[in-house]
């Protein structure tokens, strides 16, 4: 309780200090905490003010806070002109209003203590990113180069870089190029005007190259009418390449990649047959860029396990596909096990046309889920169902496309007539459209029986797709199950009388 209250005291004494010195306005990491009391007095003393307005829960605004702390911290330390404030949207609610701030996390650079007209910066996701852009806005906003020497070391200096080829390095539509710079702060621009650098690329007129891995990759001639969106447009759909790998490298720029439909190939890289399901969606990735972000997942790097887990795929079910709409995190499978670039086209118009059904946790309860021979599970049933101490549970777990599964039906249904009098339950689910939470550990279909008595048991069967074997197998399995939990209890018993008769001989 006293230190409850020492602390209280003292974070209060803090604000209170803060508070009354009138000029000093509280800095937490380097950034000025700016509120309604003291935002005018932050402008009067700060010629160049860049304001971060977040929402603190929000988990957009939390890796921002931290970029933008660090880039206070350097910015501080090398005596820039600028300073950092931030302003907490849900606490300063009337300071956002008078500033019509509306989007969150953004920035907003304000110079000469101009309330109304600040710069806005457009959303950067790194401190080095915020660093950049605000060299740029001042200094050139791209290197100069000026010989073959420099080009060589400008286009090794990063995976993708932007160049520019102006007759005119000082006016005219150079201007729009230094805009477009001084926007996409995330990547390297370099300008030339050199006759040599012309020739080598073989370009005559004003254009602007990506180069990628020291070597073209597209290019963008400048036209007069050409404005700095065109060009920001144009970047930024090729910046990435066909399918990008995920890794650590790539996870922030797939995740901040204005695209928003992402399809994802789950896919064990040093498997056979790898090459060709990449190529088909790699081709398909040509036929919707700027519509569609194609990511490939290496099932076989430990590294992806938390992505995997994320997306509810492991890697036995590998290849798999999924498209994820970004904007309401809804995911969408393949319906189809066939991974050529035909399907995978289909299926991505289809979804862009609105026509993909998306992924569910669970479908509804079928209304005579239990009246036929054969139960329909989902995901809302299927725990109550398959883990029930009373019933032997035996679930084939299918996919409605795939033809093996399909071709187990009528043996389901002959299982389920064999059953019909006895105490086990013949079931099925579609665990496309069902999420369960088993480690199913093998592609559909997969058959699982979940015995009685042991009913936290799960007990795979991979024998004959007969009836006979599986009979077999099913009785088994319930006598096992009940014999092993008698063991089980016979051990319990035994434990909670050695532990009585411990007890009573300490007394
Ligand atoms: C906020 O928006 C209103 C209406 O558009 C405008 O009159 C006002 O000047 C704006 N305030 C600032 C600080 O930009
Ligand atoms: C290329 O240009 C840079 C910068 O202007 C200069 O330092 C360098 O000496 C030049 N190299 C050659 C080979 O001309
Ligand atoms: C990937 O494939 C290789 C070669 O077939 C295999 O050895 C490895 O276990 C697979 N990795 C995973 C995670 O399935
Ligand atoms: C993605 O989700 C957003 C928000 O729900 C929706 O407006 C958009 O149509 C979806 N895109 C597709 C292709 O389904």
Redesign the pocket.
Known sequence: MKVYVTLCLCVYLHEALAESDSDAILENKDVLVLTKSNFERALKQHNQLLVHFYAPLSGQSLGSILEFREAAGALKEAESDVRLGGVDVKKEKDLAA???VTIMPSLRLYLSGD??NPVYCPVLKSSTSIITWLKRRKGPSADIISNLTQLDKFIGEDELVVLGLFKDLEEGIVKVFYETAANIADLAFGVTGHDEIFRKYEISGDTVLLIRKSEPDKQFEMGSGTVKNDLVQFIRLYEMELVTEYNGMTASKILNSEVLNHFLLFINKTEEGFEEIYQAFKTTAGKLRGKVLFVMIDVSELRNGRVMEYFRVRSKEAPQVRMVNLSDSAQYQLPSDQFDARTLLEFCLGYLDGKAKPKLQSEPIPENWDTQPVKELVGMNFEKVAFNHNKNVIVLFYAPWSSESRALFPLWEELAEHFSEKDVVVAKIDITANDVNLHLGEKYPSIKLFPAVYSERVVPYSGKRKLKPIVTFIKKEIEKAKTDKAKEEERRKKYLNEQKAAVKEEL
Do not use: D, H
């Open positions: 008078s500033l019509n309330k109304n």
